[in-house]
């Protein structure tokens, strides 16, 4: 009897464990610099792979993010990004960083989502208020207002925002646990996506007016990341 439970509980560990994974899939050797021709190459983990030895020290190198960002956009806010794209040597690796600049009184990171990392923010400069949503049925808010220096997660795949509260520019620096995490809108997704959701879905959705609908549909801006 003894045996068939342990057999049981090996089963169901060995059916849970694909979904166990919380970040990207652990590298098996010690780099796999990303390149995008495939020639003399091997494809791991969504890039080639270039030959280790011939890897050099700007495939780990980024320069920049010192330089303050232009925040003249609808939402006051520039993302810049540095992960697999802007540096090569991430690919396998698990981790890359952002840097966020926020325009004074009111520059928003609106509610976005990654869906494949969770976030550690660290406030350099300004005032922030961020929180993020809990996944449903409770849908609860978790708030809190940042100085510099102060340190904020985001968990994985829940929507979450930064906006400052601060007469003042701001800028805050993201790690993330993914070489690409990916980031979804939900503005843009909802009401910019390409072709357009049906109109009709969105006003049962929302409880909107059809009018209200078309116009966000008209309206909605492109994140720079």
């Given at each position: 009897?003894?045996?068939?439970?342990?057999?049981?509980?090996?089963?169901?560990?060995?059916?849970?464990?694909?979904?166990?994974?919380?970040?990207?899939?652990s590298?098996?050797?010690?780099?796999?610099?990303?390149?995008?021709?495939?020639?003399?190459?091997?494809?791991?983990?969504?890039?080639?792979?270039?030959?280790?030895?011939?890897?050099k020290?700007?495939?780990?190198?980024?320069?920049?993010?010192?330089?303050?960002?232009?925040?003249?956009?609808?939402?006051?806010?520039?993302?810049?990004?540095v992960?697999?794209?802007?540096?090569?040597?991430?690919?396998?690796?698990?981790?890359?960083?952002?840097?966020?600049?926020?325009?004074?009184?009111?520059?928003?990171?609106?509610?976005?989502?990654?869906?494949?990392?969770t976030?550690?923010?660290?406030?350099?400069?300004g005032?922030?208020?961020?929180g993020?949503?809990?996944?449903?049925?409770?849908?609860?808010?978790?708030?809190?207002?940042?100085?510099?220096?102060?340190?904020?997660?985001?968990?994985?795949?829940?929507?979450?925002?930064?906006?400052?509260?601060?007469?003042?520019?701001?800028?805050?620096?993201?790690?993330?646990?993914?070489?690409?995490?990916?980031?979804?809108?939900?503005?843009?997704?909802?009401?910019?996506?390409?072709?357009?959701?049906?109109?009709?879905?969105?006003?049962?959705?929302?409880?909107?007016?059809?009018?209200?609908?078309?116009?966000?549909?008209?309206?909605?801006?492109w994140p720079?990341?």
């Amino acid at each position: 009897m003894k045996s068939a439970h342990f057999i049981q509980a090996l089963s169901i560990l060995a059916l849970a464990s694909p979904f166990a994974y919380a970040s990207d899939p652990s590298p098996l050797q010690d780099f796999c610099v990303a390149i995008n021709d495939p020639k003399d190459g091997v494809f791991v983990n969504g890039k080639f792979c270039r030959d280790p030895k011939l890897a050099k020290a700007d495939d780990f190198y980024y320069s920049g993010l010192n330089v303050p960002r232009n925040t003249s956009n609808p939402v006051g806010s520039t993302v810049t990004p540095v992960n697999v794209a802007q540096i090569p040597g991430l690919n396998t690796l698990g981790i890359s960083l952002a840097r966020i600049d926020f325009a004074p009184n009111g520059g928003l990171n609106p509610p976005h989502t990654h869906p494949r990392a969770t976030e550690i923010l660290l406030v350099v400069e300004g005032t922030l208020y961020v929180g993020f949503v809990t996944s449903n049925t409770d849908n609860r808010l978790i708030t809190k207002v940042l100085y510099p220096g102060d340190v904020f997660v985001f968990p994985q795949g829940l929507v979450h925002f930064q906006f400052n509260v601060g007469n003042t520019n701001a800028v805050a620096f993201a790690g993330l646990s993914s070489q690409n995490p990916g980031v979804i809108t939900i503005a843009n997704a909802v009401f910019g996506s390409n072709p357009p959701i049906n109109p009709d879905l969105l006003v049962k959705a929302f409880q909107l007016d059809k009018n209200v609908v078309k116009n966000l549909q008209s309206n909605f801006w492109w994140p720079n990341n």
